[in-house]
């Protein structure tokens, strides 16, 4: 994708105004001291027009978008098998967390696009086989199976919601040059402690246990300067050019190709023509948990609000069951 690359100019000091802008934002996520270095913005402008490529050519390879909705559901294979009822997708659609932030910022919407993430398992179970005429049964069977969809990103068109997902990319792997800087505080904190504790040792030790501990003691010093020198301001560029140059490392997205019949049971080997192949985008690194994600179209928004169907939801639950 070559909408940044002219971001990479070289020779060219002058940062354009929407690297620069991306620039400040990761910055100020890090550490925002960083900004006083004689040398900001440009020592980060390579590391961070790569993320920003990267994070928008990922985006655009997001599959889809898929159109979900009740219809969908009977029509669309893919969409009946990651969801597990009909009225799941409508629970999946109106439980999203921003797409209700999104409909109450705009009510009149009546269609979005978004990215969905699922998690997706598989478990063994014991069902019934048709064999030619014959029913077999207590067959082991492996069931692929989909659970907290959810929706981010929500936006009018389909290009908007790819740069909304972009953004949340790029911002994912900014976190990572932030965590690479918390561990080595991290373990500032954990070396102080142990100097604390070789010291109070020393204090009562004997002549013979006084050697040891003062060779312990002075490597413990000597990784205590290290890594005090490690988290001057000037050694954080590193740090970025050490994640967003090296982006794949840190969040991709993989292809898990499965084949399934209409229950959502794996179909191998010889049961391969028994089921239809589909492909599964899991979104690796995002996440502490991976995600099966695709973007999707959502219509007829306007029909029944959030707040009808919750409404509904509370009636429901406060009739009584009739005995």
Same mark, same amino acid.
């Given at each position: 994708m070559g909408m940044f690359r002219h971001l990479f100019g070289h020779g060219v000091k002058k940062v354009p105004p929407e690297l620069l802008s991306a620039i400040e934002r990761a910055v100020s996520n890090v550490e925002p001291l960083l900004k006083q270095l004689s040398g900001y913005p440009e020592n980060f402008r390579k590391p961070v027009a790569n993320a920003l490529e990267y994070a928008h050519s990922l985006a655009a390879s997001?599959? +889809?978008?898929?159109?979900?909705?009740?219809?969908?559901?009977?029509?669309?294979?893919?969409?009946?098998?990651?969801?597990?009822?009909?009225?799941?997708?409508? #629970?999946?659609? $109106?439980?999203?967390?921003?797409?209700?932030?999104?409909?109450?910022?705009?009510?009149?919407?009546?269609?979005?696009?978004?990215?969905? +993430?699922?998690?997706?398992?598989?478990?063994s179970l014991v069902g019934m086989e048709l064999s030619g005429q014959t029913i077999q049964r207590d067959v082991v069977q492996k069931v692929v199976y989909f659970t907290?969809?959810?929706?981010?990103?929500? *936006?009018?068109?389909?290009?908007?919601?790819?740069? &909304?997902? *972009?953004?949340?990319? $790029?911002?994912?792997?900014? /976190?990572?040059?932030?965590?690479?800087?918390?561990?080595?505080?991290?373990?500032?904190? /954990?070396?102080?402690?142990?100097?604390?504790?070789?010291?109070?040792?020393?204090?009562?030790?004997?002549?013979?246990?006084?050697?040891?501990?003062?060779?312990?003691?002075?490597?413990? &010093?000597?990784?205590?300067?290290?890594?005090?020198?490690? &988290?001057?301001? /000037?050694?954080?560029?590193?740090? $970025? #050019?050490?994640v967003l140059l090296n982006p794949e490392q840190y969040i991709r997205l993989d292809q898990k190709p499965i084949i399934l019949d209409s229950m959502g049971i794996r179909r191998d080997g010889d049961d391969a023509k028994l089921g239809?192949?589909?492909?599964?985008?899991?979104?690796? +690194?995002?996440d502490r948990r991976d995600w099966t994600v695709t973007m999707v179209r959502c219509n007829s928004l306007k029909s029944e609000s959030f707040a009808e169907r919750l409404d509904k939801a509370y009636r429901k639950l406060a009739i009584p069951d009739v005995i």
């Open positions: 997001v599959p +889809g978008p898929v159109v979900v909705d009740r219809e969908s559901y009977a029509m669309d294979a893919f969409v009946h098998v990651i969801f597990p009822s009909i009225d799941s997708v409508t #629970e999946a659609i $109106f439980s999203s967390l921003d797409l209700q932030d999104y409909l109450r910022d705009f009510p009149a919407t009546d269609e979005l696009y978004a990215l969905m +993430g699922m998690r997706r398992f598989e478990k907290s969809h959810t929706l981010e990103n929500p *936006a009018s068109t389909e290009q908007q919601a790819r740069d &909304l997902v *972009a953004s949340s990319f $790029f911002d994912s792997l900014v /976190s990572n040059v932030k965590k690479r800087v918390e561990r080595r505080k991290q373990s500032k904190q /954990s070396q102080l402690q142990e100097k604390d504790l070789l010291m109070a040792r020393l204090r009562t030790a004997n002549a013979h246990e006084r050697i040891a501990l003062e060779e312990e003691l002075a490597r413990t &010093l000597s990784s205590i300067q290290s890594t005090i020198s490690s &988290l001057e301001l /000037s050694n954080y560029a590193e740090d $970025f #050019e050490a239809e192949e589909f492909i599964f985008n899991e979104l690796i +690194g995002y």
